[in-house]
Structure formats: C-alpha cells, structure tokens
C-alpha cells in the first residue's frame, strides 16, 4: 500500500494485511442503538458539551469483532494501514459514515432557537471566548484555566558545564546474510554495553579524585559490586534458564534485563549516560567518534512517592502487604509490571547493598565492606527460593532482604557516599583527562558445536544471532590482548573530558509576553469518574464554558484493562481514539470552514502520575498527545495532566505553562537587531506502521511540527520584535524508501514557507545513533538528515539554507548561583 499524502493505496508487500470493516460496523451497530442518545449532552446552562465517549467505546469492546488480520501476524511486529486490496474505499466510506452519524448526534443535542437546534459554529461561537478572559494566577488552592500571561526574561550569560565521554570504534560494510546479522547485533546491541562499561569505568575516573577520602572505600565497593554484577550474569557456563526466576506465576530472566544499557538506573547512586552532543566520522581512519553527557544520579527524591528518597521508594517494593504494592497486585496488568520491577530490586540491590558489617558497631572498619561476598550469598540464600515455587517463602525473604538494609544502616552508608560525590562535582578544579581502551567482543559461543546442526540449518550460528538473546555473547572488557575464545572484535576509546564555561561580557536583555490578540480557546477537560475529580469539576472548573470529556476509570480497571491478553482493551482503546478524534473533528471542522482558528488547551485530571501510571491513565495520556497532533494542523490544540493527588503550587503552574507553550509569543529586544528577519523551524520524526521483525521493508508515519519567528519594528522606535507562532503540524504515510528520499509533505512544507519569504529553515531530528553503532557506514542512516531529503528539499530554492540539527539534552553542574532566566552556548562545537 502506498501512500500519496494522506491517502492510502494498495499495492503488493509482504506486510500482514488488515481489514477494519467488521470493527467500523460494530461501530456503526452501536451509534444506531439507543446507546448513541449519551453520546453528547448539553449542560443547563448550554456552556458545557459533555461527550460520553467512554459508555460507547465500553458498549462495542463488549461485541464479538472479527479479528482485524486477513492472515496469520506471522513474526509482525506493527500492523495498521497496510489494508487488502479493495478494503481502502470500504474502510473510508465507513469512517465517513460513522462521522456523519456522530454529527448528526450532535446537532440534535444542540439548543433550539426559533424551533430550529442552532448550526455547530453557532454553538462554538457562543462558548469560545477571547483568551484574554483566562488571565489571573495560578491558585495555590485550586484547578483552573487561569494563567499570568505576561512575564519578563532579562540577563541571558553564558555558563555551561559538562562531562562528556567519546567512543571510538571501526566502520564496516554491510552484506545481506550471517555476517549481516552478526553486525546488525553489533550495531543494535553493542552501543548499550559500551554505554553501561562506560557508566562504569566513570566511576572509576571519579575514584581516582576522591581515593584518599575516608569514605571513598563505599565508592570502591560500588564499583567492585557493579562488576561482580556483569561477571554473573555474562558467565557463559550457566544454562539459559538459569538465571530465570518467578513470583506469582510471572517469570523475570536476570540476565536478559541486567545485560541492557540502563539496568542500573534504578540504583539511588549510579552514573548514567544523558544527551548525544554530536558524532564525527573520519573513513579514512575508519573511525567514528561519539559524544555523551554524563550525569550522576545522588540518590534524591522520587516525586511520585511524596519526597521519599531513591533508595527509600524503590526498597519500598519489598513489602508486598504496603498498601500501594497490594493495590498493584490486585490487577493483573499493574502486577505484571510491579512484579517485575520488584524482582529487578531484589536483584540489583541485594548485589549493591547487602553486608554484615554494622557502622554502629564499636569495632566497625568500613574496609571489611569489600570481603562481602554478595555472588555467594545470593546463589546459596536467595536463588534457589527465586527459583522454587513457594510465593510465601518469596513474600518472606523480600522481607528479610529489607531488614538486612535496615540492620547494617545502608541508609546511612549511602549518604556518606552521596556527600563524597557531591564534595568531588562541586570542586571547581578540572579532572585531569585519561582516555581507557576497550575491547567489544562477541564470543565463539554463538556458534552451533555440533556438525550434525550445523548441516541441518546451513548456518554456523545459533538463533540467538538474530535476538535480543545474543547480548550475552557480547563482552566490553579492558582486557585489550587477543582473545582466542573471541569471534570478532572491536577496538573501543573511551576519555572523559571535564569542560567548563563560564559567563562572557556578551549579553542580550529582552522581554517576553503570550501574543493572544485575536485567539479564541474552548478549554477541554478530560477525567475520570472520582469522587475528588468531582469535587474538583464542581468547585472550580464547572462555571468555565468547555467541552469536557469523562471516563468509568474503575470500570475500565474491573473489565476492560485486568488482564493483558484481554482483547477488550484493544478494541475499546481504538473506539475511544476513533470516537473522540471524529467528535473533536466534526466541531472543528464548522470552525475551520469559517477560517477561524481555534485554541483548545485540554487538561487532563489524573489519579497516577506519568512515571506510575495505571493502565487506563496511560492511554488516556498518550492519546492525548496523538489527538493534540492530529488537530493541531488547522487549529491549536495542546494537552497536558496535572495529578490530583500530588497538587502542588508550582506543578500546577509548571502545567499551565507547558499547556500553553503553543501560543504566540513575542520577544522584545533593547537596542538589538537580530540578523534574519524570518526563521523557519521544522521538527520531524517517524514512526513504524507496519513491519516483520524478519524484514527491512516497512511502512512508516512521518510527523512534524513548524514554527515560525519573523522580525519587525516597533513603530517610531529602534527596538525590534520578534513574532514566534506554532503554524501547524503534519503527518504522512510512507514506505521505507519513500520516506528517506522523498517525503513529499515535509517537501510541500518547505516550498510553503520558502513562498512566504522565508529563506532560513533549522531543520531538526532526533538523534539517531543515541542507541546504535552504525557500523555499516550507511549514509541513509542519517535517517531525515540523508543527503537524498536534503537535497530534495532544496530543489528549485537556490539560496535556500537549511541548517540540520539533531536535538538532544544534556546535564551541567551550577558551580554558582546566576540571576539569568535562561543560558545559551553561541557555538555549538564548544560542547566538545
């Protein structure tokens, strides 16, 4: 199926084939029952349009619907556009319909005037309302739209600092078979055990500056536990299922997990790889240079867990009988996920933290910290019950685990560590710079022993080549001589590098405000059905004229999101999006047609927060920001969620401010001009549609986002202003080629904006080797950034300039306090 805009076509692939009509006739089934009459219901008031959506979606994921598959999703890793031949009209003349219908629902629910129910712009005229009208502050007692649009920034200074670490490593070329696989798990999967190496060797680095510290023998120690860590669970003798555990009937393999880049994140103390500064690729040299941020984790405070530190939240996990943990438990889909992210604590902090040495005794010598064999102990004391099938016997020794941190004070221990850290990033001195070596291996391991196998599959190497099961074949180790058990290998450089910045006598002082002439916004409230979202809605959201969207969150809870294999969940989650995008949509649309542009910020009132969410909360969320999305190219639209249960002052504003980051804002500048007068930004991205894990051919959605700044005087003045405005997003399907060479959106947008005057575009993406070696060289791996999208963007425009950027955040150390609202590098190379 190709796609030529937003139309979609037939063509032949491989792809699993889909077909909706059943679905989309189930739809149509309900919107035709009585069920439909809730779907819309009109306040007394007539300023609040409440749409029912979650009654109808629970209505049809209740029917029997046909499987969407015309064929077995054999080795399918995402399915949805690529329909069957001739299933595409049928598909668009049933969207079409169910449209009709949800419109006609909403006409007939609209108030009357002269005997006759007013049209759909006439209803969004008498609700919107001039965005001026939500100017107050941001209450500490209460939920509302109100927001001080006018702030000022002044002072902006230069001061960066950052540690970054640079991997250097061989370039090969790319073949279409065994040898292909075996570079594809380097490229895939390498990168991440060079990360967590990386995490580890920095420990290191940061040791040799605090040794003689009395307490860096608890540094000593977590770096020695970290290892001790890697040696366990890459000890190729042990069989697959060895390290396989169990509680309550979920299975968790430790080395699956603990082999990837970021298991160690969720210590109260570790090192962690944050930001892709940049890349350089020298092919004469063969070598290739990556740029990391580092960024120390200090044991703080966890906030979805009221200000309990790290260490505290996480051991929490412990006991089963807490009151949070027994909720989670009681669902079968949180507990699945609880299970595992307990069984990766018992592991991980029993490795780092357990001892038998007490600080609080008389005699206590903190050096004994590094005879504690935790290999030993956990294998003769904890692994076999993780093994067994006795859940009490589980449920117990957590327990005990937990007493054993409360008995020898690892609290305590910790802090002591933590204030080393601390001591040693805050010393303004600069690190002495030290590049290690590495090696990256994959070990003969992966290849089949045995003839008769070897003959049998026509291939040397094991199944694991092609899985994520092949990282514990590959090794990162400083051990640089040759290896006679190793198949293939690659030479690493790693150096840390302390940079620091301080403050220049350049400076630029301006002032910022919210631009709202003319914008209309009708707020929209999306919240489950609780009593304190209630008591919310009825005190301080119910006299604001909105459209307001609620859920049976304890429903969706009991029947629908209580099991993973529930099909339940897939077909009300697609109703609900579908319903609530057509609904949104026949609203706009009247709006659109009398080319008036409107605002609709959606708050979201949740029960979880974004890092511990329930299942029904994370649709809600990620929806919301599909539908900002999809809505966002003809009209403003913005989401974002405030926890009702973690409120306080300055998440509320922080929440209000990013809800209305999409708004116009102008920047005034004193005795500054800036030196273009039109800048054009455009983000892009993508994501899979459709794709066999067996196969590079794919289908993909390409998103993306433009903003425009423009420059003007004020009158009877010399100071300038610049005018920056979201103009809309965009989004477009494509197969793989498609989209790497000519995505003729992205191509339209920029013909656009270059016929509107505009001749600067920044032109940004992602990152895209944050995660992979790309060891095969290949420049369309660049991804947007291809030679092929470049130069078709340019076609036609010869003093066009695009500046491509790939975006990224990194961490700096504050040595000082500044009065600066805001930092800026002028040159991005002094980031390496």
């Not at 008769?452 to 001589?481: A, C, H, Q």
């Not at 003319?518 to 209630?534: F, N």
């Not at 609620?550 to 429903?555: C, E, M, P």
């Amino acid at each position: 199926m190709a796609n030529s805009g937003s139309h979609l076509q037939e063509d032949s692939n491989d792809l699993v084939k889909l077909n909706y009509n059943d679905f989309l006739g189930k739809i149509i089934e309900v919107l035709d029952s009585d069920k439909s009459q809730q779907l819309f219901d009109l306040s007394p008031d007539k300023k609040r349009l409440l749409m029912n959506i979650d009654e109808l979606a629970y209505q049809v994921s209740l029917l029997s619907i046909n499987d969407p598959f015309c064929d077995q999703p054999y080795q399918t890793k995402c399915a949805s556009i690529n329909f069957f031949e001739g299933i595409e009209t049928i598909f668009s003349d049933q969207l079409h319909l169910i449209q009709e219908k949800v419109k006609e629902l909403l006409e007939n629910e609209l108030p009357e005037e002269n005997g006759k129910s007013i049209s759909i712009q006439n209803f969004l005229e008498s609700i919107a309302t001039p965005l001026e009208t939500l100017k107050g502050e941001v209450s500490n007692n209460s939920i509302s739209f109100n927001y001080p649009f006018e702030k000022q920034y002044t002072n902006l200074r230069k001061q960066q600092l950052t540690l970054i670490v640079e991997n250097t490593f061989e370039d090969q070329d790319k073949e279409d078979n065994d040898i292909y696989k075996l570079k594809t798990l380097m490229k895939e999967e390498a990168l991440g055990k060079i990360k967590k190496a990386a995490n580890i060797k920095y420990l290191e680095f940061l040791y040799e500056k605090v040794k003689d510290d009395e307490d860096a023998v608890y540094f000593e120690d977590l770096i020695r536990r970290l290892k001790l860590i890697e040696a366990y669970i890459n000890d190729e003798t042990k069989p697959d299922d060895y390290y396989t555990v169990s509680c309550q009937g979920i299975e968790f393999n430790f080395q699956q997990f603990f082999n990837n880049s970021y298991a160690f994140d969720s210590l109260p103390i570790i090192s962690q790889i944050e930001g892709y500064l940049g890349e350089m690729n020298d092919r004469d040299k063969d070598k290739q240079e990556f740029v990391f941020g580092m960024k120390l984790k200090l044991n703080g405070q966890v906030h979805i867990s009221e200000g309990e530190s790290s260490f505290d939240y996480h051991t929490s996990f412990l006991n089963l009988d807490k009151k949070e943990n027994k909720a989670k438990l009681e669902n079968e889909i949180e507990k699945d996920k609880f299970i595992r992210k307990l069984l990766k604590v018992v592991f991980l902090y029993y490795f780092v933290f357990a001892s038998r040495s007490n600080p609080s005794d008389d005699n206590y010598d903190p050096k004994s910290e590094l005879s504690y064999d935790p290999v030993e102990n956990f294998e003769e004391q904890m692994l076999p019950i993780l093994k067994g099938n006795d859940d009490q016997a589980k449920k117990e020794l957590f327990l005990d685990v937990d007493e054993i941190f409360k008995r020898f004070h690892v609290s305590e221990k910790l802090n002591k560590l933590r204030n080393l850290l601390i001591k040693s990033i805050e010393n303004p001195k600069l690190f002495d710079t030290k590049p290690y070596t590495f090696k990256v291996s994959i070990s003969q391991g992966i290849l089949h022993k045995d003839l008769d196998i070897i003959e049998n599959s026509n291939t040397l190497f094991k199944p694991e080549l092609s899985k994520k099961d092949g990282l514990k074949y590959i090794s990162v180790n400083d051990n640089t001589k040759i290896d006679t058990e190793s198949l293939c290998s690659l030479s690493v450089d790693i150096k840390f590098n302390d940079i620091q910045y301080f403050r220049s006598n350049e400076e630029q002082q301006f002032s910022m405000k919210y631009d709202l002439e003319g914008i209309k916004t009708i707020p929209m409230i999306l919240t489950p059905q609780e009593d304190q979202c209630r008591a919310i809605y009825k005190q301080q959201l119910k006299n604001q004229a909105s459209l307001v969207c609620n859920y049976n969150h304890q429903r969706l809870k009991d029947e629908i999101f209580n099991t993973e294999d529930n099909s339940k969940i897939f077909w009300y989650q697609l109703t609900f999006s579908l319903l609530t995008y057509l609904s949104l949509k026949v609203l706009l649309d009247e709006s659109k047609k009398a080319n008036k542009r409107l605002f609709i910020p959606l708050l979201r009132l949740q029960l979880t927060d974004k890092d511990d969410s329930s299942p029904e909360e994370v649709l809600m969320r990620s929806f919301s920001y599909v539908l900002s999305h999809l809505l966002n190219e003809y009209h403003r639209f913005s989401c974002q969620g405030i926890c009702v249960r973690r409120m306080k002052s300055y998440t509320k504003r922080n929440s209000l401010s990013s809800l209305y980051s999409i708004l116009p804002k102008t920047f005034k500048f004193d005795n500054y001009k800036p030196q273009l007068d039109k800048l054009a930004i455009i983000a892009v991205s993508s994501w899979e549609c459709d794709r066999k894990w067996t196969n590079t051919y794919q289908k993909k959605n390409m998103i993306g986002e433009v903003i425009c700044l423009y420059l003007y005087r004020q009158q009877d003045t010399e100071d300038y202003t610049i005018r920056l405005d979201n103009q809309g997003t965009f989004s477009s399907n494509y197969d793989t080629e498609e989209i790497y060479k000519y995505p003729d959106i992205l191509i339209n947008k920029v013909t656009k904006l270059y016929n509107q005057g505009y001749r600067h575009f920044l032109y940004i993406a992602k990152s895209p080797y944050s995660n992979y070696l790309n060891i095969t060289g290949e420049d369309r791996e660049l991804y947007f950034m291809s030679p092929d999208v470049i130069n078709a963007l340019k076609i036609n425009k010869n003093d066009i300039n695009i500046y491509p950027i790939f975006f990224d955040k990194y961490y700096v150390v504050k040595l000082q306090e500044l009065n600066a609202a805001s930092l800026y590098i002028q040159d991005t190379t002094e980031l390496t």
